[in-house]
């Protein structure tokens, strides 16, 4: 904390602060809300994250996204024949919105019959 230190601290909240979370452990919200005001930043790795924070805990964050190695990850040669959609989220966090992904792709589907998705 930089009143004890002198020094700045940042806070990165890997994840999303939303209601459910921030309650299924007794002090949780606590100890967030007081972490978060006594760092001189607060980041979230998204902007849906970022607006969590302002919502349930009053704090301003700044969305700071994860980066992706280049060296180790690099587009295949090839193409697959067919588009493909690949989603990693799972279908029980609702802030996902897969249901919604789902509504879209068959949407894509009348315009390219082919295409495929791929859920995780």
């Known amino acids: 904390m930089p009143q004890r230190t002198g020094r700045p601290s940042i806070l990165t909240y890997l994840g999303i602060p939303d ?3 921030l309650t299924a452990r007794r002090r949780r919200l606590e100890i967030t809300v007081r972490a978060a005001r006594g760092c001189t930043a607060v ?9 969590a924070f302002m919502r349930w805990l009053g704090v301003d964050a700044r969305a700071i996204y994860p980066p992706v190695d280049l060296e180790r990850f690099q587009p295949g040669a090839e193409k697959a024949e067919a588009p493909t959609v690949f989603c990693a989220a ?10 919604l992904l789902l509504e879209a792709f068959g949407l894509v589907r009348r315009e390219r019959p082919g295409a495929v998705i791929q859920l995780a």
């Open 19 to 21: 209601r459910s979370g």
């Open 43 to 51: 980041t979230a790795v998204s902007q849906y994250a970022a607006d």
């Open 90 to 99: 799972s279908m029980e966090e609702p802030h996902k919105r897969v249901g």
